[in-house]
Each structure stands twice: as structure tokens, then as C-alpha cells.
């Protein structure tokens, strides 16, 4: 009987480490250009990221607009899984309104690419050149789990008539949530 308590206190913590998806931290790694940016009327350049704590990190760069991004534009997020040695298309993949989606799911890059031009929050963000500098980069996902592993994201802009009008990305690890060396399985 000790012999199987013993067992299964050593096999609980096991489980949980190797599990395969459930509650997440989003970290990301390195902003990308895409190849093809169509138009490229909405571009994300001079990028970096910066790690600020375990959970939380730092997006600055500029946001450079000859359109107006408004809920005439479609966004399409696009997931690619690292996996076998190479990038998986089509893992996964979201669509919404340009402006609102980005207002909703980044609230902090938003708010502090709103401020840079002394604007309030609300949609469309004008044509020009948004500075972002240390806007907090978490999204907000109303998604409880996500299966643990890198990822590339292509974020792509199109217009009314489909035509693409830009493009850009980042890679991102989704890393489990960890207490006290354990997952958390809440």
C-alpha cells in the first residue's frame, strides 16, 4: 500500500508536467516582416521587444498608416506550429474587424499608440506615424488553453475588395503557467 502512495506521488506531478496544452503565457520572441505585404500602406518597422518580467514584455517601434485603420479593413491572423523541424501552416487562424479586433485584443499597444499622437481610444486610427514605445504587449484571449509551443503569426490587413494592404508578424511561445514548479491545473 506505502509502495503505491508513493508511486502516485510521484506520478501526479508527472502528468502535469508533460501535458500538452491548457493555461498560457504568451512570450514573444523576434518581430518579422512578411514576404509579401501587398500594398504595404500599413507597415510595422524599427521593432524590438523587451522582456520587462517573468510574464510581461515590451513592444516599441512605429506604426506607419497611409490608410486609416477602421472596421473597413478585415484583419486575418494566421498561426503557423513549429513542428518536425519546420514551420505547419494553417494551425490555426482568426478574423475580425481591423480596428476594433486590435483595440479589443491589445488594448495596451492601442492605447499607447493613441497617446503618441495625442488622440483619444477609439476607432479609426488616422493615417500617419504611430510610435509605439514599452506598450504592453499581452493580448487578451478569451481562449482558456493553447496547446504549448512556438508559433509564427502573420498579421495581415485587407481592404473592402480583398486586396492586401499589409503585413508583419511575430513569433511567440505559448509556455504553460507554472506554481510552484508545477503547472497550474486550475
Known amino acids: 500500500m506505502f509502495y503505491i502512495l508513493v508511486c502516485l506521488a510521484l506520478i501526479g506531478p508527472l502528468n502535469a508536467v508533460n501535458r500538452f496544452a491548457g493555461p498560457f503565457n504568451l512570450v514573444a520572441r523576434e518581430p518579422f516582416e512578411c514576404e509579401d505585404s501587398g500594398t504595404n500602406q500599413i507597415c510595422l518597422n524599427e521593432t524590438s521587444i523587451r522582456k520587462t518580467g517573468k510574464k510581461s514584455f515590451r513592444l516599441s517601434g512605429r506604426i506607419t498608416l497611409d490608410i486609416p485603420i477602421s472596421d473597413d479593413l478585415e484583419v486575418v491572423l494566421s498561426f503557423s506550429v513549429w513542428g518536425n523541424g519546420g514551420w505547419k501552416p494553417n494551425f490555426l487562424t482568426l478574423q475580425g474587424k481591423a480596428c476594433t479586433m486590435f483595440k479589443e485584443k491589445l488594448p495596451g499597444a492601442f492605447a499607447v499608440a493613441m497617446s503618441s499622437r495625442n488622440m483619444t481610444a477609439e476607432c479609426p486610427i488616422p493615417p500617419g506615424s504611430h510610435l509605439l514605445e514599452d506598450a504592453d504587449s499581452k493580448p487578451v484571449t478569451n481562449v482558456e488553453a493553447l ?21 508583419f508578424g511575430f513569433v511567440i511561445d505559448v509556455t504553460p503557467i507554472v506554481r510552484r514548479g508545477y503547472y497550474d491545473v486550475s
Open 147 to 167: 496547446p504549448y509551443n512556438k508559433y509564427k503569426v502573420y498579421i495581415r490587413f485587407y481592404d473592402a475588395t480583398g486586396i492586401l494592404v499589409g503585413c
